[in-house]
T-cell receptor, first 113, second 112 residues
């Protein structure tokens, strides 16, 4: 039962263009969402997060959008750079008091120079 | 430097031979967790710990044990490893549940 889904296993984007990574969830109790980035041979590193009380959070080139009614979130990277090539995981939590962080299956982003 | 360390980074073993993967963090985090990453399945939680002597099962705890005798250490124990435990394992820690977790570099385990 995959509660957090990333339906695109891979995505290729031209350098300088916008990358959009998508994530869907099924559990309406989730109220905090995170994106992690993973390079080969390294552990995932935190990228950006959003609380369910917001619909957008921005940090430099990275913006996360949350559509609660559709149970959908997306990560926008603009402009995309070669160093953004990595696997991106979205994750969801029920918030403080809920010990579990549920991850999606990941999307491999490749930025084409 | 704030970090989560895991040892060993790579391990090849045989079915049934007990092994321990160590995890240590230097950030005084209360929460620690173990995940396994498998192709097409993402990161799945094995066990987690809210604090010293407090541990609980995640999604895939079968075949694993953990202990939390000290705040900084959270070892993962495979008492009788089997080939289906061949995977990439990550330890993580954080101060607040559900918020930013810091991950170790991973341990690639192969059980033959």
């Amino acid at each position: 039962d995959q509660q957090v889904k990333q339906n695109s296993p891979s995505l290729s984007v031209q350098e300088g263009r916008i990358s959009i990574l998508n994530c869907d969830y099924t559990n309406s109790m989730f109220d905090y969402f995170l994106w992690y980035k993973k390079y080969p041979a390294e552990g995932p590193t935190f990228l950006i997060s959003i609380s369910s009380i917001k619909d957008k959070n921005e940090d430099g080139r990275f913006t996360v959008f949350l559509n609660k009614s559709a149970k959908h979130l997306s990560l926008h990277i603009v402009p995309s750079q070669p160093g953004d090539s990595a696997v991106y995981f979205c994750a969801a939590s029920g918030g403080f008091g809920n010990e579990k962080l549920t991850f999606g299956t990941g999307t491999r982003l490749t930025i084409i120079p | 430097e704030a970090q989560v360390t895991q040892n060993p980074r790579y391990l090849i073993t045989v079915t049934g031979k007990k092994l321990t993967v160590t995890c240590s963090q230097n950030m005084n985090h209360e929460y620690m967790s173990w995940y396994r990453q498998d192709p097409g399945l993402g990161l799945r939680q094995i066990y987690y710990s809210m604090n010293v002597e407090v541990t609980d099962k995640g999604d895939v705890p079968e075949g694993y044990k953990v202990s939390r005798k000290e705040k900084r250490n959270f070892p993962l124990i495979l008492e009788s490893p089997s080939p289906n435990q061949t995977s990439l394992y990550f330890c993580a820690s954080s101060t607040l549940i559900g918020y930013e977790q810091y991950f170790g570099p991973g341990t690639r385990l192969t059980v033959t």
